[in-house]
Nanobody, 125 residues
Framework: QVQLVESGGGSVQAGGSLRLSCAASGYTSSSNCMAWFRQTPGKQRVGLAV???????FYADSVKGRFTISQDNAKNTLYLQMNSLGPEDTAMYYC???????????????????WGQGTQVTVSS
């Protein structure tokens, strides 16, 4: 059974940093596209960053230069380092992994069908 479990969210002041983690079980994250998304109430989930099987990355314009996606293959864990946070970054953050040909979400050349439960990030001004 595949499980993606996020952690590391919390409350931070504007200008601060957080590092999110996503521990994968029953699934080899390094063998698949992995990504971070975020969602605010009443809005669609938005892709932020992708790391592909070959290690290449892609970032949405809204986080480019501030966020860094990475993974530790030995720990089967995905990370999102978030710097220079602002109130606009307040959201629920989700990690996602490719499941297969019936994935319903596409972002940056990858598809995603496995999702974590989310971790809340709140940035105060």
């Amino acid at each position: 059974q595949v499980q993606l479990v996020e952690s590391g969210g919390g409350s931070v002041q504007a200008g601060g940093s957080l590092r999110l983690s996503c521990a994968a079980s029953g699934y080899t994250s390094s063998s698949n596209c992995m990504a971070w998304f975020r969602q605010t109430p009443g809005k669609q989930r938005v892709g932020l960053a992708v790391i592909r099987r070959d290690g290449t990355t892609f970032y949405a314009d809204s986080v480019k230069g501030r966020f860094t996606i990475s993974q530790d293959n030995a720990k089967n864990t995905l990370y999102l380092q978030m710097n220079s946070l602002g109130p606009e970054d307040t959201a629920m953050y989700y990690c996602a992994g490719r499941a297969g040909p019936y994935d319903s979400t596409w972002f940056a050349g990858c598809t995603f069908g496995y999702w974590g439960q989310g971790t809340q990030v709140t940035v105060s001004s």
